[in-house]
């Protein structure tokens, strides 16, 4: 698969990427689509929990979290919202939010702001395998009631409107920020993950920053004047790289995390 978005078949002629050719390179053929039961769906969830992130890549992580693993310490995160934003908003919600966002990936895969896949065409992607999701296979099961609220929960996260969206969003960045520090410590100063401290700083919630300010002080604690990349060096990239990250990660807000 190229980065301009196109495919290429077993003939060698290209064509935008497309939910059927990915399909087709998975052992043992697609799932049954137009199926009452839900266990076609069940099977192709599989594909998050092998899905890498690739982020961790480029730093020769090659065994790192899963997109599955992501989103399940999403959602437990969503739980522990402080009393100051659990009042205004729908802590269930958020949960399956965070356990829906990234589904598309099983097809997509993760696709990052250096892979050089221009947002429009990340959207057209993903958009296009949460269709096949909710309605190919999900179309008659229960009426499609169940893939018309996945659907639905997922647009509310890319609108980024809601306030539950954005907590969300926010719980997104924090989680980065968390496999920072873990991947870092696991690794023993031998490898220097400061380039995503940045993301902290698109944080938009009071309530999380105050976690991101204490993740970033026990980096900069673990890293006790050791060389390293810390927050500011992070948040000053070049042009280029900036536009990128701020297209796949800025919100409809601007955030800031203070010095720790």
Not at 18 to 25: D, F, H, Q, S
Not at 137 to 149: A, F, H, M, R
Request: glycine share 8%.
């Amino acid at each position: 698969m190229a980065d301009d978005g196109q495919t290429t078949d077993t003939n060698g002629t290209t064509a935008p990427w497309n939910v059927e050719a990915v399909l087709a390179t998975i052992p043992g053929g697609p799932p049954e689509t137009d199926s009452s039961s839900p266990v076609p769906f069940f099977h192709m969830l599989e594909r998050l929990k092998t899905t890498k992130r690739e982020g961790w890549r480029r730093f020769g992580i090659v065994h790192g979290e899963s997109i599955a693993d992501h989103m399940y310490r999403m959602s437990l995160i969503c739980m522990f919202a402080p009393p100051s934003l659990a009042s205004k908003i729908n802590i269930p919600h958020c949960s399956k939010m965070a356990l829906v966002h990234d589904m598309a990936e099983a097809l997509v895969g993760d696709i990052t702001p250096v892979d050089g896949v221009p947002k429009t065409e990340k959207n057209r992607r993903e958009n296009m395998t949460m269709d096949y999701f909710t309605k190919s296979l999900l179309g008659k099961v229960n009426g499609g009631t169940t893939g018309q609220e996945l659907k639905d929960i997922w647009q509310e996260y890319e609108d980024g409107e809601t306030m539950e969206s954005k907590f969300v969003h926010d719980v997104d960045k924090l989680d980065l920020v968390l496999q920072m520090v873990e991947y870092e410590k696991a690794r023993d100063h031998k490898l220097d993950l400061g380039e995503f401290s940045w993301v902290a700083g698109r944080i938009v919630l009071d309530e999380v920053k105050v976690w991101a300010r204490e993740i970033l002080k026990e980096r900069e604690e673990f890293w006790a004047g050791k060389e390293h990349t810390n927050f500011y060096d992070a948040t000053q990239p070049d042009a280029k790289l900036l536009s990128q990250k701020l297209e796949y990660y800025g919100d409809k807000e601007e955030g800031k995390v203070e010095k720790p």
